[in-house]
């Protein structure tokens, strides 16, 4: 596990606007024991043993956030240093933007590399924000590359089921691959082993996706990228991901990888407590670098853009705070939609809702404090604040 830091003792958080993951709660208070949410409370009941720590006026409390698809961020890219260390500084990174607990994730790359980092976030996967690992590839469709070196892209086989299905024993861990390219009973196996499929870099039909989510495939990665488009007579993904409410579709929200009216199309048509808003981030975020190199191929930043020489989308300059600000206002969400498909939907989605993704009694004190604007003000993590960031004034 990873290392944690001291248990704070109980204290309470006083902010104007608490939203649960469920509902919101007006001048209210968080009651925070051992790390653990004991209660939410009006202002008024606060017990005197409760050290309260009283936010600006027009802050927002609410779960911390959790991405599902992180390639890196702080300058640090998980396919270079696919290591515990490097977990944990690319976590550390989003943490600033209110991401509490991520899935760092390695894209296609050689099988010893992908060995390696399963080994790495078993190491620390429960602790420092990290909660598993997701494997984008390697067996995904080669007509649907996006930036994944087709070298690297592999049809599955059985066997391949011995070291990927070391992803079991890592916390709460997801592989994204495209169903036409693995073998029957493959997701089956995998989905029975506790490990969540999501189709992504496909272009399977809506039969073969559907059969697919009957063995337990049950996420969508990045909607809209890197797979075909919905038309008339070929629902595809798109189509299937729309419709089923068995399928969680992550989608990023940067207002570059899909269109705002099409984000808005989505929303609209889709059950908003199955999208998940992820960032796809990359090692920019968190830091002023311009460029990046992506296993051998130099990525520019221009105009918020990750782009390499061809102008092939390479990931995002994005973190979960601007998407949740993006999803209320161009995408149309309502900012209780928003703070929920950045929490709760992927807490649901990897079965964790007991524990991360809300606020209720009995979850870990995770908590994102916001400006009436949605800028981050600071995080917790079971209780904890960052040490870098001074703690309020306690009334």
């Given amino acids: 596990m990873g290392s944690e830091q001291a248990e704070p003792p109980p204290f309470a958080i006083s902010a104007d606007r608490i939203f649960d993951g469920y509902r919101w709660h007006n001048h209210a208070l968080i009651l925070i024991a051992g790390g653990i949410v004991q209660s939410i409370t009006s202002r008024d009941e606060s017990a005197s043993r409760w050290s309260t720590e009283v936010m600006p006026p027009g802050t927002i409390l609410a779960p911390g ?17 696919p290591t515990p260390d490097a977990m944990r500084a690319i976590a550390q990174a989003h943490r600033r933007y209110g991401t509490t607990s991520c899935l760092p994730t390695l894209i296609s790359d050689a099988r010893a590399k992908a060995i ?10 429960g602790g420092d924000g990290i909660l598993g690992l997701h494997l984008e590839g390697p067996f995904i469709s080669p007509r649907r590359p996006g930036i994944h070196r087709g070298d690297y892209i592999a049809t599955a086989t059985m066997e391949d089921l011995d070291w990927l299905g070391e992803l079991s024993a ?11 390219c693995v073998p029957a009973r493959f997701v089956k196996t995998l989905a029975t082993s506790g490990i969540r499929c999501s189709v992504g870099h496909s272009e399977a039909t809506a039969d073969t996706l559907t059969a697919a989510v009957d063995e337990g495939l049950s996420g969508v990665t990045h909607l809209f990228n890197a797979m075909p488009a919905m038309s008339a007579r070929e629902p595809g993904i798109v189509g299937v991901a729309l419709t089923d409410d068995r399928l969680t579709a992550g989608i ?8 705002p009216v099409v984000v808005r199309a989505a929303f609209s048509a889709k059950n908003r407590n199955n999208i998940a808003l992820v960032s796809d981030a990359m090692p920019t975020v968190g830091t002023e670098q311009d460029h990046f190199e992506l296993m051998g ?13 061809n102008g092939t989308l390479a990931g995002a300059h994005l973190n979960l705070a601007s998407a949740v600000k993006n999803a209320a206002t161009f995408g149309g969400m309502f900012l209780d939609e928003a ?16 524990h991360r993704g809300t606020l209720v009694a009995g979850a870990q004190g995770d908590i ?20 870098s960031v001074p703690n309020p004034e306690r009334g």
């Fill in 297 to 309: 191929r130099q990525i520019q930043l221009r105009g918020g853009r990750l782009v390499c020489e």
């Fill in 368 to 387: 994102v404090a916001l400006t009436p604007n949605l800028e981050v003000l600071t995080t917790w993590v079971a209780g904890n604040r960052p040490q």
């Fill in 339 to 354: 703070l929920r498909a950045a929490s709760l939907v992927p807490a649901r989605f990897l079965g964790i809702e007991r």
């Fill in 116 to 125: 390696v980092a399963i080994a790495a976030a078993k190491s620390v996967a």
């Fill in 65 to 81: 956030f959790i991405d599902l698809q992180v390639n890196g961020g702080g300058g640090i890219l998980l396919n270079d240093q």
């Fill in 170 to 180: 890592v916390g709460s861990s997801m592989v994204t691959l495209a169903p036409e």
């Fill in 252 to 259: 990023i929200v940067d207002g570059i990888h899909v269109d």
